[in-house]
């Protein structure tokens, strides 16, 4: 059975940073484009970044440009959010998401196009 489970979610305080991880059970990552997301209250939930599943292309939302990196443990079948320079706004519940349908070398932010989804943790950035 497919199954994401994300962790690493915290409160933080702005400027500083969290890794946040996404283990993949019932399949290997190199078949799935893996996508982060998140929802503010109040807020639809939008595509944060996401790594193909060849592992050789990513993508970012402009406001995480720079400040968010994503990358994987092919080994632990895990996918890592990493960031960095935190601000309130990037406050919210990130899911993980599996897309089964994305070509090898490509991956997109749109919630429509993933399948799969992890139950969500929540980072909190606030002093």
């Known amino acids: 059975q497919l199954q994401l489970v994300e962790s690493g979610g915290d409160l933080v305080q702005p400027g500083g940073s969290l890794r946040l991880s996404c283990a993949a059970s019932?399949?290997?990552?190199?078949?799935?484009?893996i996508g982060w997301f998140r929802q503010a209250p109040g807020k639809e939930r939008e595509g944060v970044s996401c790594?193909?599943?060849?592992?050789?292309?990513?993508n970012f939302v402009d406001s995480v440009k720079g400040r968010f990196t994503i990358s994987r443990d092919i080994a632990k079948n895990t996918v890592y959010l990493q960031m960095s320079s935190l601000k309130p706004e990037d406050t919210a519940v990130y899911y993980c998401?599996?897309?089964?349908?994305?070509?090898?070398?490509?991956?997109?932010?749109?919630?429509?196009?993933?399948?799969?989804w992890g139950q969500g943790t929540q980072v909190t950035v606030s002093s």
């Open positions: 019932g399949f290997p990552l190199d078949y799935y484009a």
């Open positions: 790594i193909s599943s060849s592992g050789g292309s990513t």
């Open positions: 998401a599996a897309d089964v349908s994305a070509v090898q070398n490509m991956c997109v932010l749109g919630p429509p196009d993933y399948t799969y």
